[in-house]
């Protein structure tokens, strides 16, 4: 089992294009955490997903930001027209369904706006 | 809301020393707390959590709701045990973890 595999590791962007950031879960994981880490702070968590579902986004921005966890393929963090704040490390986490396991852990994905 | 505070940013010892890294967290219900470490150029990964009560690398960690404080302990410091840690919380009804900003601890021989 490769663990939770987050690609591309490094993305530079210029000031209004796309990003997309790719997270596939541990095999047999159902469940999908997005978190963002801004330097010098902890990870703040963005959304949570489960197969073709938002369960809980409370941490999105309200605009440019999007999410999705299709039922096949991996999730994918869409941020449209990216401005320089937002660099910042993106991590995936996965979970199986019993909400008492432990999550784990991508790579993370470090976004530069340029 | 809740919310996760480690005031140190650095904590540097010797090694053989002890070592006590600080998590307070505030949240009006009952919560869940963790551990995570990431070693240099390694993924984050889950160290210890409250409910299981378990030393695992040496490191203990008692969840303290009078003080709501969560602080991770080890007696005996190694070179080895360098490195971020996060102190998380998650709280009831919830799957998301809250993290505080972590403690890089260095180790030094």
């Known amino acids: 089992n490769a663990g939770v595999m987050q690609n591309p590791r490094h993305l530079v962007r210029r000031r209004g294009q796309e990003a997309r950031l790719r997270c596939s879960p541990m095999?047999?994981?159902?469940?999908v955490y997005w978190y963002r880490q801004l330097p010098e702070e902890g990870l703040k968590f963005m959304v949570y997903?489960?197969?073709?579902?938002?369960?809980?986004e409370s941490g999105m921005p309200k605009e440019r930001f999007s999410a999705e966890f299709p039922k096949e393929g991996p999730s994918i963090l869409r941020i449209q027209q990216v401005v320089r704040g937002d660099s910042a490390a993106y991590f995936c986490?996965?979970?199986?369904?019993?909400?008492?396991?432990?999550?784990?852990f991508g790579q993370g994905t470090r976004l530069t706006v340029v | 809301a809740q919310r996760v505070t480690q005031p140190e940013k650095l904590l540097s010892v010797f090694k053989g020393a002890p070592v006590e890294l600080k998590c307070n967290y505030s949240?009006?219900?009952?919560?869940?707390l963790f551990w995570y470490v990431q070693y240099s150029r390694q993924r984050l990964q889950l160290l210890l959590r409250?409910?299981s009560r378990e030393s695992i690398k040496g490191f203990t960690a008692d969840l303290n709701k009078g003080e709501t404080s969560f602080h991770l302990k080890k007696p005996f410091a190694q070179e080895e045990d360098s490195a971020m840690y996060y102190c998380?919380?998650?709280?009831?009804?919830?799957?998301?973890?809250?993290f505080g900003s972590g403690t890089r601890l260095q180790v030094q021989p």
């Open positions: 986490a996965s979970s199986s369904q019993d909400g008492n396991t432990e999550a784990f």
């Open positions: 095999k047999g994981h159902s469940h």
């Open positions: 997903l489960q197969k073709e579902n938002i369960i809980d």
């Open positions: 949240y009006s219900g009952s919560p869940e």
């Open positions: 409250h409910i």
């Open positions: 998380a919380l998650r709280a009831t009804g919830r799957r998301a973890l809250t």
